[in-house]
């Protein structure tokens, strides 16, 4: 993350620092000139300043009052980033100060030594040195100048030019220390303001990394509060509450079992692995604690990691391995299958046989139709084809399937549909929904007989605009699904029903996986079952 550094001119820092040492040094000014003024309205100090010539150092001083009550009103106008402005700030206090050094007496006065400010100030706020060196030695001239000139005008004698010399001499010294140091500290600002700037830029993008993290992340103080939580964490926990106003709550309210998991931490140090149910809605979470050291309070780091994704990835190897020996066993099976079945109806057809052997033959010819349908849907998981997808308008394509399924029913039944949407369009593979509602419609038609005696099933076509889902909902008026039984549901080979395989739901499911869409039961508070299908709606 680090850059070339990105230094100012020399001799200068900041323009936040130059703009304050420019005011500092407009405010000194103004004291200066007032205090000018004062020492010659004060009888006592007349025979220290303006002796020479009080009508000069009287009209000086009230200029150089003026000019810097001028000043100070165009202190907007950024003063300190024009050289030559600054030039002609600093002439106007050499002129100045050496005529009211030359009114009182010259170097006697002690005046010129003013002028070590002037140079000193000038250093550090003209950032060109060769302006700054020029500067200093323009006051060398002004006092050399003013001294030879009380010199051959009063009877000031040679030795005056040696103190002159002397602080000329020092006027150079402190302009060249000053500039060195001010080019040191321009250095030293720019560094820092480079690091500060790449720290900043470094927070941001930790803050956007943490915010956009698929891991929920929380930090706990030693009361329990969540501090500080990521977008991830909020949605983990619950996505109903927004996350500005979730700062500094308690841990339980989000969560009893992560508060409960987080004083067995605190107690023991021991991370409990297996995962909790934080909303009651049978998302399941897994947390891991991280201490952090060095602080003043006992805080914790607390990660969020959705466990849905782990358990349906063990679930997926699971069922591929399954899948795939199952594929193999069905090859094995299919032949001799075959062969059964039509020894069976061979046998059938014989004249000779006895009703007690028929009956038998019978069952055999239905076993072996049975076994032949679950070879069928497993070598029909197996395959896994891809999705042959189209643009489906829902309402015109429902209708279409409802008369093709109820005319290929020996026994029609009812069957309701329900446009809730009309204009729901979708994105699938039309042969892959009509197996996936042939088989869903089947079961509730069935279940329906068999809890009330009508053979009927309801179909609801919605769109959630919000999540911008098409949603179709099979309803039965069947006894539904134990609760105990809703988390196999979808397993392969796991049924309620006598002779059924148990793969219809499962082959289901990954029908609808292999096209983008979600299956799942939800029990309705009507007493009704429903199973439902979401699919990305198609604006």
């Given at each position: 993350?680090?850059?070339?550094?990105?230094?100012?001119?020399?001799?200068?820092?900041?323009?936040?620092?130059?703009?304050?040492?420019?005011?500092?040094?407009?405010?000194?000014?103004?004291?200066?000139?007032?205090?000018?003024?004062?020492?010659?309205?004060?009888?006592?100090?007349?025979?220290?300043?303006?002796?020479?010539?009080?009508?000069?150092?009287?009209?000086?001083?009230?200029?150089?009052?003026?000019?810097?009550?001028?000043?100070?009103?165009?202190?907007?106008?950024?003063w300190q980033s024009s050289?030559?402005?600054?030039?002609?700030?600093?002439?106007?206090?050499?002129?100045?100060?050496?005529l009211l050094s030359d009114?009182?007496?010259?170097?006697?006065?002690?005046?010129?030594?003013?002028?070590?400010?002037?140079?000193?100030?000038?250093?550090?706020?003209?950032?060109?040195?060769?302006?700054?060196?020029?500067?200093?030695?323009?006051?060398?001239?002004?006092?050399?100048?003013?001294?030879?000139?009380?010199?051959?005008?009063?009877?000031?004698?040679?030795?005056?030019?040696?103190?002159?010399?002397?602080?000329?001499?020092?006027?150079?010294?402190?302009?060249?220390?000053?500039?060195?140091?001010?080019?040191?500290?321009?250095?030293?600002?720019?560094?820092?303001?480079?690091?500060?700037?790449?720290?900043?830029?470094?927070?941001?993008?930790?803050?956007?990394?943490?915010?956009?993290?698929?891991?929920?992340?929380?930090?706990?103080d030693s009361q329990n509060?969540?501090?500080?939580?990521?977008?991830?964490?909020?949605?983990?926990?619950?996505?109903?509450?927004?996350?500005?106003?979730?700062?500094?709550?308690?841990?339980?309210?989000?969560?009893?079992?992560?508060?409960?998991?987080?004083?067995?931490?605190?107690?023991?140090?021991?991370?409990?692995?297996?995962?909790?149910?934080?909303?009651?809605?049978?998302?399941?979470?897994?947390?891991?604690?991280?201490?952090?050291?060095?602080?003043?309070?006992?805080?914790?780091?607390?990660?969020?990691?959705?466990?849905?994704?782990?358990?349906?990835?063990?679930?997926?190897?699971?069922?591929?391995?399954?899948?795939?020996?199952?594929?193999?066993?069905?090859?094995?099976?299919?032949?001799?299958?075959?062969?059964?079945?039509?020894?069976?109806?061979?046998?059938?057809?014989?004249?000779?046989?006895?009703?007690?052997?028929?009956?038998?033959?019978?069952?055999?010819?239905?076993?072996?139709?049975?076994?032949?349908?679950?070879?069928?849907?497993?070598?029909?998981?197996?395959?896994?084809?891809?999705?042959?997808?189209?643009?489906?308008?829902?309402?015109?394509?429902?209708?279409?399937?409802?008369?093709?399924?109820?005319?290929?029913?020996?026994?029609?039944?009812?069957?309701?549909?329900?446009?809730?949407?009309?204009?729901?369009?979708?994105?699938?593979?039309?042969?892959?929904?009509?197996?996936?509602?042939?088989?869903?419609?089947?079961?509730?038609?069935?279940?329906?007989?068999?809890?009330?005696?009508?053979?009927?099933?309801?179909?609801?076509?919605?769109?959630?605009?919000?999540?911008?889902?098409?949603?179709?909902?099979?309803?039965?008026?069947?006894?539904?699904?134990?609760?105990?039984?809703?988390?196999?549901?979808?397993?392969?080979?796991?049924?309620?029903?006598?002779?059924?395989?148990?793969?219809?739901?499962?082959?289901?499911?990954?029908?609808?996986?292999?096209?983008?869409?979600?299956?799942?039961?939800?029990?309705?508070?009507?007493?009704?079952?429903?199973?439902?299908?979401?699919?990305?709606?198609?604006?």
């Open positions: 993350m680090s850059s070339p550094a990105i230094l100012v001119p020399p001799g200068t820092m900041g323009s936040e620092q130059n703009l304050l040492l420019f005011r500092i040094y407009l405010i000194y000014r103004t004291v200066l000139s007032v205090v000018f003024l004062l020492l010659i309205t004060i009888p006592a100090s007349r025979q220290l300043v303006g002796a020479q010539n009080p009508t000069l150092y009287i009209a000086v001083s009230s200029v150089f009052l003026f000019s810097n009550i001028a000043l100070l009103g165009v202190v907007a106008a950024r050289n030559a402005r600054l030039v002609l700030l600093f002439s106007v206090d050499i002129v100045c100060i050496t009114a009182s007496g010259g170097m006697s006065s002690g005046l010129p030594l003013l002028l070590t400010i002037t140079v000193a100030s000038s250093a550090v706020l003209i950032s060109n040195r060769t302006v700054a060196t020029l500067v200093a030695a323009l006051t060398v001239l002004a006092v050399l100048g003013d001294t030879l000139r009380l010199i051959s005008t009063t009877d000031a004698g040679v030795t005056a030019l040696f103190p002159a010399g002397l602080l000329g001499l020092l006027f150079f010294i402190v302009s060249g220390i000053v500039q060195l140091v001010a080019l040191r500290l321009g250095r030293v600002e720019a560094l820092a303001s480079e690091r500060a700037s790449d720290i900043y830029r470094l927070q941001r993008l930790n803050e956007q990394i943490v915010q956009n993290m698929q891991t929920g992340i929380l930090l706990v509060r969540a501090r500080v939580l990521n977008a991830a964490a909020g949605r983990l926990l619950d996505p109903t509450r927004p996350i500005a106003l979730e700062q500094g709550r308690s841990l339980a309210d989000y969560s009893d079992a992560l508060a409960k998991r987080i004083e067995e931490f605190r107690r023991s140090g021991r991370q409990v692995g297996s995962p909790f149910e934080a909303r009651g809605d049978g998302a399941e979470l897994v947390a891991r604690f991280h201490s952090l050291e060095g602080g003043e309070e006992d805080q914790i780091l607390i990660f969020l990691e959705d466990y849905r994704p782990v358990a349906a990835y063990a679930q997926s190897l699971k069922l591929s391995s399954l899948g795939r020996l199952a594929a193999s066993i069905a090859h094995e099976i299919r032949n001799p299958l075959g062969a059964i079945s039509h020894a069976s109806q061979l046998l059938n057809e014989s004249p000779t046989l006895a009703p007690d052997d028929k009956r038998m033959v019978d069952m055999v010819l239905t076993n072996s139709q049975r076994v032949n349908d679950i070879v069928e849907s497993v070598l029909q998981i197996s395959r896994r084809e891809p999705p042959k997808l189209e643009t489906l308008k829902l309402v015109e394509w429902m209708r279409g399937y409802s008369e093709h399924y109820l005319s290929a029913r020996d026994n029609p039944g009812e069957l309701n549909i329900e446009y809730v949407a009309p204009n729901a369009c979708v994105l699938v593979d039309p042969e892959h929904l009509q197996r996936v509602l042939d088989n869903l419609v089947d079961n509730a038609m069935r279940h329906s007989e068999l809890a009330t005696g009508e053979c009927s099933a309801e179909l609801r076509i919605r769109v959630d605009r919000k999540k911008r889902e098409c949603v179709i909902d099979v309803y039965d008026d069947g006894i539904g699904v134990s609760e105990a039984d809703i988390p196999r549901l979808f397993e392969p080979f796991f049924t309620r029903s006598q002779g059924g395989s148990g793969l219809g739901l499962y082959l289901c499911r990954e029908l609808c996986e292999l096209n983008q869409a979600r299956l799942a039961y939800l029990p309705t508070t009507e007493g009704r079952s429903r199973f439902q299908i979401t699919i990305e709606h198609q604006e």
